[in-house]
């Protein structure tokens, strides 16, 4: 009999439980306690008839009565599976072209040169902007390269060196109307040079070989 009786109070219990969820919670829904801040629904229930009555968290139940709590949120169910990748967003419009900018100034630029003069004969190799004629010479065993002031003035300034048949030399010029360097095989300037009354320095590299023909090349690069 007793075993029957708990049956029937615990399904008392749980039917009270069902019908205050189902309508609100009763009177003693509007209990700020109920549920209490933990998300607990406390509450006490008769020993002999199964009544239920909800409480606020922390009262203690009557000597007649049992306590009994649960949760107003369920156990948190499984992780659900992830979901899948979304779609790509549309392309953004593309940006305003810029204006094009205003071309800078040209270089100097470099200028090249070359010759075969047969021997024995002199000629002009060229002719620079800043007042330097390089010429070039082919005589007999004898080859030979000369930097002079177009002007003829004796304003000649060079700064570098000079080779002949393997010898290297200096060849600094202040305040002369020209300089030569001649050997039997071959001969170079690589120097820095101007008329100091007609312009900037220009680089100015020069190479000549002696043979049946005297062969020269070279090049000048202006300052900018």
């Known amino acids: 009999m007793q075993r029957i009786r ?11 439980i069902a019908v205050f969820i189902a309508l609100g919670g009763g009177a003693y829904a509007a209990v700020s306690s109920i549920p209490g801040p933990d998300g607990v629904i406390h509450g006490c229930y008769a020993k002999r008839r199964g009544n239920l009555r909800l409480v ?5 139940c009557a000597r007649t009565e049992r306590a009994i709590a649960f949760t107003e949120m369920g156990p948190p169910g499984p992780k659900g599976s992830r979901g ?3 779609a790509k967003g549309t392309t953004g419009l593309k940006g305003i072209t810029g204006t094009k900018g205003e071309p800078g100034p040209a270089g100097p630029g470099a200028s090249t040169f070359g010759a075969t003069l047969a021997q024995p004969g002199e000629t002009t190799l060229a002719i620079l902007s800043n007042g330097v004629t390089i010429k070039g010479s082919c005589q007999t065993n004898v080859v030979g390269i000369s930097l002079v002031t177009t002007s003829g003035l004796t304003s000649l300034q060079l700064s570098g060196t000079d080779l002949s048949g393997g010898v290297l030399g200096a060849a600094d010029v202040a305040g002369s109307a020209g300089s030569t360097v001649s050997g039997p ?4 300037f690589d ?4 008329d100091s009354s007609a312009g900037k320095f220009a680089r100015i590299d020069v190479h000549g070989s002696y043979g049946s023909s005297c062969t020269f090349w070279g090049m000048t690069i202006p300052s900018g």
């Open 56 to 60: 606020p968290a922390g009262r203690r």
């Open 185 to 188: 095989t071959y001969v170079d």
């Open 6 to 16: 708990t049956r029937l109070t615990y399904a008392n219990v749980m039917a009270t």
């Open 84 to 86: 899948s990748t979304g």
């Open 191 to 194: 120097v820095l040079g101007r």
